[in-house]
Each structure stands twice: as structure tokens, then as C-alpha cells.
């Protein structure tokens, strides 16, 4: 895929809003720093629960499977 061109940070934005207003929990940009974007937060109170530099992710503000500043129940597998 050398033959296109890197998706501007402005287009990611633009998806990352467009899958929150879908409704969507747990939206993050990927391998790209655009502040918020690229951490993974609590759909209830914005806490970052995993955090992410480059292709490293941290977990982060989890209590087992809950958010630990609010409680909520955070979907995923976390062993």
C-alpha cells in the first residue's frame, strides 16, 4: 500500500467522532498520536482506562473488568 497517501489526522478524528455518535464504547485512532484519541476511555466518566504510545498499550484505570474511578463494567477479556 506504498501507493497511497497516510490518512490525515483530521480524516481519523472525523471517524473516531463518528463512531462515538453511532453509539459506539470504546472508539480509539490506533497507531497514530492525536491526543485522546489514542487511548481507550471509560464510556461513563472519560477515565483512560488503556493507554497507548506507538504499538504499546498499557492497561490502565481497570479494576479487574470495572472502571476504577466509576464502577462501570468494561467489556473486554483482562487476565
Known amino acids: 500500500m506504498m501507493d497511497r497517501s497516510v490518512t490525515s489526522a483530521e480524516s481519523i478524528e472525523r471517524a473516531l467522532q463518528a463512531g462515538e455518535d453511532a453509539g ?3 472508539v480509539y485512532s490506533g497507531n497514530i498520536s492525536i491526543g485522546k484519541g489514542e487511548n481507550t476511555c471509560c464510556p461513563k466518566c472519560g477515565l483512560s482506562l488503556i493507554e497507548r504510545s506507538g504499538y504499546f498499550a498499557t492497561i490502565k484505570g481497570l479494576n479487574g473488568m470495572f472502571c476504577s474511578s466509576c464502577g462501570e ?3 473486554g477479556v483482562w487476565e
Open 24 to 26: 459506539l464504547r470504546y
Open 73 to 75: 463494567n468494561i467489556a
